[in-house]
């Protein structure tokens, strides 16, 4: 579906998708909702192992399109509004797969809200970061910027707008990778490819692990973890992932 604002296309046990709102993947309403029932989509799929997030052209994604912004004077509106931003980037925290982004341009506001949402990062040379809500009357993002930046970076961004650029990231271990434009899906394939070649049930698990020991004290976060491996031991994945590593061979994971 080459005309849609969000593009799925899925190959090996790999999704790809792809913003595709030119110029610069602003997102509106239903560019949101469109994000928000691929990646409920991705959940679901049985074909679907590990996902790659990308946008068209030149830019990942500008943020939020200023144009489609509530109407304070029509109430419920900021609610609803809300609502949905909240759920973007929930829809890609919460995906049982792992999501990858591949950060091929400018991302500002809410893109850089995407790019905090998916689980490990990659970005091309061109590629800059900002948050800059404070240059058009808004100050939001601070909560998605936390989880990338230590405290005097997040408020430079966050009080300035500054801007940061990929290999900067790159320096700081933010990202994964600071790859030339040509180079960024090769790299982002070769990482799902890994990914998808283990046991889907056992990613799954670790997907939702990676999630929650964020939010617990460390004594309950391993105990989480450990309540997770006992249900794991009882899967067929998790002999055959045994037995393979016994007898030196490939495993062939079926997802139960």
């Known amino acids: 579906m080459s005309g849609d604002i969000v593009t799925l296309e899925v190959s090996d046990n790999i999704?790809?998708?792809?913003?595709?709102?030119?110029?610069?993947?602003?997102l509106d309403r239903a560019m949101r909702d469109r994000i928000v029932g691929?990646?409920?989509?991705?959940?679901?799929?049985?074909?679907?192992?590990?996902?790659?997030?990308?946008?068209?052209g030149k830019v990942f994604c500008s943020g939020a399109d200023l144009k489609d912004r509530p109407d304070p004077a029509k109430i419920?509106?900021?609610?609803?509004?809300?609502?949905?931003?909240?759920?973007?980037?929930?829809?890609?925290?919460?995906?049982?797969?792992?999501?990858?982004?591949?950060?091929?341009?400018?991302?500002?506001?809410?893109?850089?809200?995407?790019?905090?949402?998916?689980?490990?990062?990659?970005?091309?040379?061109?590629?800059?970061?900002?948050?800059?809500e404070i240059n058009v009357g808004l100050a939001g993002g601070a909560a998605m910027l936390n989880t990338l930046f230590g405290r005097s970076l997040m408020r430079?961004?966050?009080?300035?707008?500054?801007?940061?650029?990929?290999?900067?990231?790159?320096?700081?271990?933010?990202?994964?990778?600071?790859?030339?434009k040509e180079n960024l899906l090769p790299e982002a394939m070769?990482?799902?490819?890994?990914?998808?070649?283990k046991s889907p049930i056992a990613m799954?698990?670790?997907?939702?692990?990676a999630n929650m020991v964020e939010l617990?004290?460390?004594r309950d976060a391993y105990r989480f973890e450990q309540n997770i491996t006992m249900a794991l031991s009882k899967t067929e994945d998790a002999k055959e992932a045994r037995m393979a590593f016994l007898e030196k061979r490939a495993p062939v994971f079926k997802g139960r």
Do not use: W
């Open 38 to 56: 691929v990646f409920d989509e991705i959940s679901e799929r049985q074909d679907v192992r590990v996902a790659i997030l990308t946008g068209a």
């Open 204 to 209: 799954e698990y670790a997907k939702n692990a």
């Open 216 to 218: 617990m004290p460390p």
């Open 76 to 132: 419920g509106a900021f609610h609803s509004h809300n609502r949905i931003t909240r759920e973007t980037g929930n829809c890609i925290r919460e995906c049982a797969k792992p999501v990858i982004a591949a950060i091929n341009g400018v991302a500002l506001g809410a893109g850089v809200g995407l790019m905090a949402s998916c689980d490990i990062f990659y970005a091309c040379e061109e590629a800059v970061f900002g948050m800059p």
């Open 15 to 26: 999704a790809l998708v792809t913003l595709n709102r030119p110029p610069v993947n602003a």
């Open 156 to 180: 430079r961004m966050f009080f300035t707008g500054y801007r940061v650029p990929a290999a900067e990231l790159y320096r700081l271990g933010i990202i994964e990778a600071c790859t030339t």
């Open 190 to 197: 070769k990482l799902a490819r890994e990914i998808a070649s």
